[in-house]
């Protein structure tokens, strides 16, 4: 085999794994300078860049999508000759049912996980009483926001270009399980990480990647993963993977008595066997649910991009 077989395939594109690193590397330079000019901003405004500042936290989250979206679309029109819908984000027909359901699923998948820790006895709930209905409805708004900027760009990295281009390729099993795992490893660095909250965040991994392969747009997995936190933290007052600063008064409050390896302990749910089974469970509801389903530009696009690459 020639160098150029390795480099490019016959239709002499970039093969998957050569986009893949001109993506990551491209993300990475784009990421860094447009962070910076951001945080220039930000402190020439007075906001402090730090973990617990919402604003801060807010703009990271829009900088790091923006950069992943542009990027994206770069090398796909450079790299594959595909127009910026391709990558599921535009505001095309359907893209707010999608959404909707994603989010309400989202919820249900939590309050599934939380209703398995209430029944085996390790989880219970009770009303935030300490907290004013000011600080509740103010908590639940700014933790909106957090949550959604950070859902969105995680999406469109992990779901976004590099999950595509390899499905394009017809690699669509090793695309799930490399983006899964990296997704994965990424939140090893939370507080109280272990080697179960890893199979879980792989398993949301799969969870998001498979609403996306349903749709073909990332505002169905967007709404999953936006839900997910927002409830886990805002309205059940749990830890999100390992996470507490960003929730300061959510609607309810969470005792968690274990056994850790159920409950997740201080991780949170996602720590724990009972998230592990309500994933699975949303996954396989995900997959063979009738609807949402794939929008037409989306299915023309594929056609597209198939009939292209099987010519």
Request: glycine share 10%; aromatic share 14%; net charge neutral.
């Amino acid at each position: 085999m020639n160098i150029s077989a390795i480099l490019f395939d016959r239709f002499q594109r970039p093969r998957s794994g050569w986009r893949f690193a001109i993506f990551v590397l491209g993300f990475f330079l784009v990421g860094i300078l447009a962070g910076a000019v951001a945080v220039g901003i930000l402190a020439a405004l007075g906001v402090t860049a730090s973990p617990g500042n919402p604003a801060f936290l807010v703009v990271n989250g829009l900088v790091s999508l923006s950069a992943a979206l542009f990027v994206g679309w770069i090398c796909g029109r450079y790299l594959e000759h595909l127009p910026f819908s391709a990558l599921g984000a535009a505001f095309t027909k359907g893209w707010l049912p999608d959404l909707a359901v994603g989010l309400l699923l989202g919820v249900l998948t939590f309050a599934v996980a939380a209703l398995m820790g209430i029944l085996t006895g390790g989880l219970s709930f009770r009303a935030n009483a300490g907290a004013g209905y000011l600080a509740i409805a103010s908590t639940l708004a700014f933790s909106f926001a957090v949550f959604a900027a950070a859902a969105a760009f995680e999406e469109a990295v992990f779901r976004g270009y590099i999950l595509q281009t390899f499905v394009r390729s017809d690699l669509t099993l090793f695309a799930v399980v490399l983006t899964s795992a990296i997704f994965a490893t990424v939140h090893n660095a939370n507080p109280n990480a272990n080697f179960l909250s890893w199979v879980n965040t792989f398993l949301a991994g799969v969870w998001f990647a498979v609403a996306y392969l349903k749709t073909r747009t990332l505002w169905f997995p967007f709404g999953l993963h936006l839900a997910w936190n927002w409830a886990q933290g805002s309205i059940f007052g749990v830890e999100v993977s390992g996470l507490t600063e960003i929730v300061k008064a959510p609607i309810l409050r969470e005792s968690d008595v274990g056994p850790a390896w159920l409950t997740g302990g201080d991780y949170g749910i996602e720590g724990g066997v009972v998230c592990t089974a309500a994933l699975i469970l949303s996954i396989i509801a995900v997959r063979f649910l009738p609807w949402p389903q794939e929008r037409e530009l989306q299915s023309a696009i594929r056609a597209d991009v198939d009939q292209f690459s099987h010519s």
